[in-house]
């Protein structure tokens, strides 16, 4: 007979794809859990000493007694590491199998994709988004293409999913990353040059190589557990403000520097 699961506080951050992924598995999950949204721009000034030592979201304190988020009990242990959790929960509510599946083939499966996702998407993503680096669009299409070439090939027998019919951790550790990559790209978003976005989401939303691609992100998008767990308007609004502000200063120190 399995343990009685203790509380569970999570803190997160609505802007984070990181953070988002633990939300995402305790969704699938269906447990109740005590959310506290960390301001990552003015964190409290207990989170460090009292949650994550890395001043990181997400985290999570589980077990001891209830009390208020933030004021965290020395009791309840503090984990860290967005990859860490998703594996955590899997653990503690076996209930949900798919999460990290039962099959030890699968299992092997879906931590291949995360690790695709951490080595090639994530990078290449970061460096044309948050840099501004146009010359990293070939490695983005060349990322997407390797995350797709990992998905089943048949959807409609094998699986809209990362390793099949059921959505698994694999799932929960992209999704964020590609929520958010729809709102900038579609919306030209980034420290790259005005128009640079639009283009590569042009390329992605019709060209015949990404069509794969497609099917999976929407299958994602109607997720219950991403949708629920997505802002997708403050995500806009915070990164219209954000990225405005880095691509002007690429742009100035492009000028400086000629």
């Not at 879906?110 to 090639?120: C, M």
Request: charged fraction near 25%.
């Amino acid at each position: 007979m399995a343990a009685p699961v203790e509380q569970i506080t999570l803190y997160t951050a609505k802007i984070c794809p990181y953070a988002q992924r633990a939300e995402i598995a305790l969704a699938e999950a269906g447990v109740d859990y005590t959310r506290f949204e960390i301001d990552l721009s003015n964190k409290p000034e207990w989170y460090a000493p009292k949650v994550n030592p890395a001043s990181k979201v997400p985290a999570i304190a589980y077990g001891g007694p209830s009390v208020p988020a933030d004021q965290p009990s020395l009791s309840s242990t503090k984990i860290a590491e967005s990859l860490v959790l998703l594996e955590f929960v899997a653990d503690l509510f076996p209930h949900v199998p798919t999460l990290l599946p039962t099959s030890p083939v699968l299992r092997a499966k879906a931590r291949f994709f995360i690790d695709a996702i951490s080595v090639k998407f994530v990078p290449s993503f970061y460096k044309f988004q948050v840099l501004g680096d146009s010359a990293s669009i070939p490695a983005l299409f060349e990322a997407t293409e390797a995350i797709q070439k990992l998905l089943p090939a048949n959807p409609d027998t094998d699986g809209e999913f990362a390793v099949g019919k059921d959505f698994s951790n694999a799932d929960a550790a992209i999704a964020p990353f590609l929520a958010r990559w729809e709102v900038s790209l579609s919306n030209d978003i980034g420290a790259y040059d005005e128009g640079e976005g639009k283009k590569v989401w042009e390329v992605l939303s019709t060209e015949p190589r990404f069509e794969r691609f497609r099917r999976y992100l929407k299958a994602l998008k109607e997720r219950e557990s991403v949708k629920k767990t997505f802002d997708k308007d403050y995500i806009h609004q915070v990164y219209s403000k954000r990225f405005a502000d880095a691509r002007a200063q690429r742009k100035a120190n492009a000028a400086t520097a000629a």
